[in-house]
């Protein structure tokens, strides 16, 4: 089947502008995880989703970020005012919950963001 | 709070060879899943191995193998007859039992298998 889709595979923008990243999980997988990679901090976890609630938000940087899933289905973080230090791959990651043996997350290509 | 530990930046083997990387973990939970996963240069993480601190489950997808040791907090992954197409960087990673079960990722080992 189809595995985590995301768009856009890459997104240049300019500092100070707002930009929308889209997640489309597995179909059926109910837990959704937002992740930022950059070159200075690593994998970082940003924020869980559970169905369309976020019980799990410790992981964003500032007031600035902020996520919404729909549906169960898709998500859609957004960054406001973005600046440079913004720039990194964020990563979009799925999984079944509430499954014995259900643990691992699989993950989409990711979009690169660059905030000039 | 848990962490991971990636000692080996960099490795380069020679193809055919058997490679082994490194990962230390630290929890305080008893209950806790380690997990390897591979990045190559399209910036996908592929999902290789999860092995369940608890009981003997396990999931694999490939050639792979592991070496998991709760007294030394160790969970090290060995990639046998490597090949060119293994070149990528490789991630450690845990999570334990709470409701959200976010990954706490290692810092990753590149390794570069050559011709």
């Known amino acids: 089947g189809a595995g985590v889709s995301q768009s856009p595979s890459n997104k240049v923008t300019e500092k100070g502008k707002d930009v929308e990243l889209r997640c489309d999980p597995i179909?059926?997988?109910?837990?959704l995880y937002w992740y930022r990679q950059s070159l200075g901090q690593g994998l970082e976890f940003l924020i869980y989703?559970?169905?369309?609630?976020?019980?799990?938000k410790s992981g964003l940087p500032s007031d600035r970020f902020s996520a919404e899933r729909t549906g169960g289905s898709v998500s859609t973080l957004t960054i406001q005012r973005t600046q440079q230090e913004d720039s990194a791959v964020y990563l979009c990651?799925?999984?079944?919950?509430?499954?014995?043996?259900?643990?691992?997350?699989?993950f989409g290509p990711g979009t690169r963001l660059l905030v000039l | 709070a848990q962490k991971v530990t990636q000692a080996q930046t960099e490795i380069s083997v020679v193809e055919k060879e058997d490679v082994t990387l490194d990962c230390v973990y630290e929890?305080?939970?008893?209950?806790?899943?380690l997990f390897w996963y591979k990045q190559p240069p399209s910036g996908e993480l592929v999902f290789l191995i999860r092995?369940?601190?608890?009981?003997?489950q396990y999931e694999i997808s490939g050639r792979y193998s592991w070496n998991f040791q709760k007294s030394t907090s160790s969970f090290n992954f060995t990639i046998t007859a490597s090949q060119v197409v293994d070149s990528a960087v490789y991630f450690c990673?845990?999570?334990?039992?709470?409701?959200?079960?976010?990954?706490?990722f290692g810092s990753g080992t590149q390794l570069t298998v050559l011709p």
């Open positions: 179909s059926g997988h109910t837990a």
């Open positions: 092995r369940n601190s608890f009981d003997e």
């Open positions: 990651a799925s999984r079944v919950a509430g499954l014995a043996g259900q643990e691992t997350q699989y």
């Open positions: 929890t305080r939970d008893t209950t806790y899943y």
């Open positions: 989703f559970q169905g369309n609630s976020a019980p799990d």
């Open positions: 990673a845990l999570t334990t039992s709470g409701s959200a079960r976010q990954l706490t």
